[in-house]
């Protein structure tokens, strides 16, 4: 069965530090797109970076950067230079078949 | 511009109120998804909508009833609700149905529902 795993319900980081989210996925398509979305206090789903299981090189989106293992079947998302405005809930999720699967969550709280 | 845009941004009613959400989007996406989501946890999918026909409903209560009038607008009408249906409602577009290409879903801001 299709499902997304986000093992960490909160992480904290100073400010100006990388932080990385983990996010593992179970899949038997060959085919299968993965997402992280970031969802601030005020509601909003925040699309922040994708990556497609043919892609050979990890995604990048300005600071952020997604670290695929396709073998261990993980797609973490790495946050550089942390800012206090990333304190947010993020969301990893996969595309199977026509439907968005999402993980429970991470609530990242940036510290100064 | 991938701004999907949702009112109102908060509504009360009550249990015997019909009440609609509306999602607008001009970014010529072809597919639109309404989605609920309770606190601290990931939003549920609801409908899809692809070139204006209903493709998917999760076995979602007739008390929700979808509408899609026009490639840039998606309604959801609200009927007889329950305090438990109280959530926040989001809704997504994206380019087309996702596993058909460009797939990235863009969401609005939500609309936060509280049934009394």
């Known amino acids: 069965a299709q499902k997304i795993t986000q093992t960490q319900p909160g992480m904290f980081v100073q400010e100006k530090e990388a932080v990385t989210l983990d996010c593992t996925y179970d899949?038997?398509?060959?085919?299968?797109?993965l997402f992280w979305y970031k969802q601030p206090s005020s509601g909003e789903m925040i699309f922040l970076i994708y990556q497609g299981s043919y892609d050979q090189q990890n995604a990048t989106e300005g600071r952020y950067s997604l670290n695929f293992q396709k073998a261990r079947k993980s797609a973490n998302l790495v946050i550089s230079a942390s800012q206090l405005g990333d304190s947010a809930m993020y969301f990893c999720a996969m595309r199977y078949t026509d439907k968005l699967i999402f993980g429970t969550g991470t609530r990242l709280q940036v510290f100064p | 511009d991938t701004e999907v845009t949702q009112t109102p941004k908060h509504l009360v009613m009550g249990m015997t109120n019909k009440k609609s959400l509306k999602c607008e989007q001009h970014m010529g996406h072809r597919a639109m998804y309404w989605y609920k989501q309770k606190a601290k946890k990931p939003p549920e999918l609801m409908f899809v909508y692809s070139y204006e026909k209903l493709s998917i409903n999760e076995s979602v209560p007739s008390r929700f009833s979808p509408e899609c009038p026009n490639s840039s607008l998606l309604n959801l009408h609200l009927h007889a609700l329950q305090p438990e249906d109280s959530a926040l409602y989001l809704c997504a577009s994206s380019q087309v149905l996702m596993g058909q290409g460009a797939e990235t879903q863009y969401f609005g801001p939500g609309t936060r529902l509280l049934v009394l």
């Open positions: 899949t038997s398509d060959p085919s299968y797109g």
